[in-house]
């Protein structure tokens, strides 16, 4: 466990990290090489990098720490290999992440089984606390339940205010790192870019079922899919069970709630045990927790002194593990382009650039996935898919095969 001190105000509020802090004191009114905004996948391992390099680091995260997050928790086989390269594979061990190799579609009774190359599932709350914690042993300090926002740009440094219990404070940094996920709204506090929502985007949901519960085949990604969603289950540490869905959100209406909408898709699967333990305790020992709307793009992933990662460069559904695997690829490739301008110092050429590097690698699986979310909300396609998956495995591999290729990466 990270112990963090927080307190209400902020002006006594502590950082905590074996930090290689700027004047020793621990405070907030410092002036930072980089402040990371948010604590994901995409924010805490640009911190590890970034603090690794040996640049002052400081993580801001609005949540309590560790904090839950909706997801199917499914890190790709290309996820898994990218941790080892840079040194973070210990992380799943030491979460006791369960290990998946195949992924199992089923629409309307119909069920087709595909193998996938190794790769690992975990509850995000465990996940995201000890990748946070490798960043602050690599030198990087941390602060929760403060929300950010940028304020302007004060000759070499770009303020952040943070913002916790009704209290205020500004520290600067040099360059900012908007780590801020799906949710967040830290680039458009300070530009007027539109972001590009699909009106046709579904929501997500998710929560995790304890262990001894619900009976999953050990390695296997489920996914129930109906018409108006999909929804996703694989064992987890301890036998756990995640569970995340991707609904529309006019099924909800129509069904009346979350919990009555998930059940409504699980009717597809044929594994009338799996449905039944799964609607008994879905929300009894965990509460659903929801996303805003899943697909969005953003025009440009910089500002002045300011460059987003992650979801919160823009989001398409992932299915097997893609999402955090992106995340964790871009927070590689930012430490790369932050490297630079913390040497070189900003220029508009180098946020241009990163706009154009960030994208590298991802975006034919992105489409590809895309595809995939596009193909799933016409139900005669979709049977269509799980039928020729079901006839030609072969086939089914070289698409997972291609979303999972390891990237090689220069760290
Ligand atoms: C239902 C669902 C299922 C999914 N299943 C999978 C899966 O199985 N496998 C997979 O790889 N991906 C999955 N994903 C996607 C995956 O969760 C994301 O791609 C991944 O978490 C992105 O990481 P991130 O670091 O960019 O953002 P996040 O993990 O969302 O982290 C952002 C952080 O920023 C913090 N924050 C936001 N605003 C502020 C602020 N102003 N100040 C301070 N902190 C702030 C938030 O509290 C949060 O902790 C799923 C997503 C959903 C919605």
Known sequence: MITIANEKNLD?????????????????????????????????????????????????????????????????????????????????????????????????????????????????????????????????????????????????????????????????????????????????????????????????????????????????????????????????????????????????????SPYTAIQSCLDQSADRDLVHAVTAELGRSEPLRGTPALTWRCQRAWENRVLAVGDACGYVEPFTGEGMSWAILGAVAVARSARKILERGWSEQLGQDWDRRRGQGVVARRIGCGLISHALRYPNLAYGIVSGLARFPRLARSVTGRLHRPWRVNI
């Open 12 to 256: 006594s509020q502590e950082i905590v990290g074996s930090g290689r802090r700027p004047d020793g004191t621990g405070r907030t009114d410092q002036v930072w090489d980089v402040v990371v905004v948010g604590a994901g996948p995409a924010g805490a391992v640009s911190a590890f990098l970034l603090a690794g390099m040996g640049f002052r680091t400081l993580v801001v995260e609005r949540s309590p720490w560790p904090r839950p997050k909706p997801c199917g928790g499914c890190l790709s086989h290309a996820g898994v290999h990218l941790l080892e390269r840079i040194g973070l594979s210990g992380v799943l061990e030491e979460v006791g992440a369960a290990a998946t190799d195949r992924f199992v579609l089923e629409w309307q009774g119909r069920r087709a089984s595909v193998p996938l190359a190794a790769g690992r599932a975990f509850g995000r709350r465990r996940f995201d606390e000890a990748v946070m914690k490798q960043a602050m042993a690599a030198g990087a300090c941390f602060v929760t339940r403060a929300r950010a926002s940028l304020a302007a740009v004060d000759g070499d440094h770009r303020r952040v205010r943070l913002e916790c219990d009704g209290a205020t404070r500004e520290v600067r940094a040099s360059l900012v790192l908007a780590c801020d996920g799906l949710h967040g709204r830290l680039m458009a506090g300070i530009s007027n870019q539109a972001r590009w929502i699909n009106p046709n985007s579904w929501i997500g949901l998710g929560a995790a079922i304890p262990p001894g519960v619900v009976e999953l085949e050990p390695g296997e990604i489920r996914m129930v899919c109906a018409d108006r969603g999909y929804v996703g289950l694989v064992r987890i540490e301890e036998g756990a069970v995640d569970i995340a869905a991707a609904l529309d959100p006019a099924l909800i209406r129509e069904r009346g």
